[in-house]
């Protein structure tokens, strides 16, 4: 027993100290470049991806309103280049890479 709680805490130390090593960064930091349009504006020409995301859970208000930054909300937090492609559909927006 007394080898059991001593392990355990030995094993919670070194837990502390790895978690005061990882690199934390801000949500506010994580903010799109631009703003982009609402999922509703991709919607009519891009109906089969519009209707896989909204099987996700990103697709869920009240999971989405837990985040604080609104603009982390939208498709341009993983697509860049929507608000050009929104204005003329000739521009083709970025692949996700975030």
């Known amino acids: 027993m007394k080898?059991?709680?001593?392990?355990f805490f030995l094993l919670t130390i070194i837990a502390a100290g790895c978690a005061r090593s990882w690199i934390y960064?801000?949500?506010?930091?994580?903010?799109?470049?631009e703003s982009a349009p609402p999922?509703?504006?991709c919607q009519p020409c891009h109906q089969a991806p519009f209707d896989a995301w909204k099987r996700t859970r990103h697709s869920e208000?009240?999971?989405m309103a837990k985040i604080s930054v609104p603009e982390l909300r939208?498709?341009?937090?993983?697509?860049?280049?929507?608000a050009a492609h929104a204005a003329d559909s000739a521009k083709p927006p970025l692949p996700s890479a975030k």
């Open 39 to 41: 999922a509703s504006v």
């Open 25 to 33: 960064q801000p949500l506010e930091t994580c903010k799109p470049s």
């Open 74 to 82: 939208e498709c341009g937090a993983c697509h860049e280049g929507l």
């Open 3 to 7: 080898k059991t709680v001593i392990l």
């Open 61 to 63: 208000e009240q999971r």
